[in-house]
């Protein structure tokens, strides 16, 4: 039932800004954590950022300075604001809510559709 859906990708030139959205369409409960992570072809997804409800938040080294991760709870939006844009930020980028559950005490990861990021002159 729950949906992540994504917007804001699209391309831009190199030191360009994007905003990411991501929100869920359901009713979604105990999220401890949000975050952005992106696969570009032929290579691993990895991490970008991540956010706590309480909104501490972690960056991979590669973003850091760059990248700014925000959320709203209320609306249970995540956003990925990407500053100083470079080629090789070009990747889908998908959003992940993390679940605890806690009738087996772990957690459930929510996965958004994916938006291609393009840098690029």
């Known amino acids: 039932q729950v949906q992540l859906v994504e917007s804001g990708g699209g391309l831009v030139q190199p030191g360009g800004s994007l905003r990411l959205s991501c929100a869920a369409s359901g009713s979604i409960f105990s999220i401890n954590g949000m975050g952005w992570y992106r696969q570009a072809p032929g290579k691993q997804r990895e991490l970008v950022a991540t956010i706590t409800t309480g909104g501490t938040t972690d960056y991979a080294d590669s973003v850091k300075g760059r990248f700014t991760i925000s959320r709203d709870n209320a609306k249970n939006t995540v956003y990925l604001q990407m500053n100083s844009l470079k080629v090789e930020d070009t990747a889908v980028y998908y959003c992940?809510?993390?679940?605890?559950?806690?009738?087996?005490?772990?957690?459930?990861?929510?996965w958004g559709q994916g938006t291609q990021v393009t840098v690029s002159s």
């Open positions: 992940n809510f993390r679940q605890f559950v806690a009738s087996i005490k772990g957690i459930r990861d929510y």
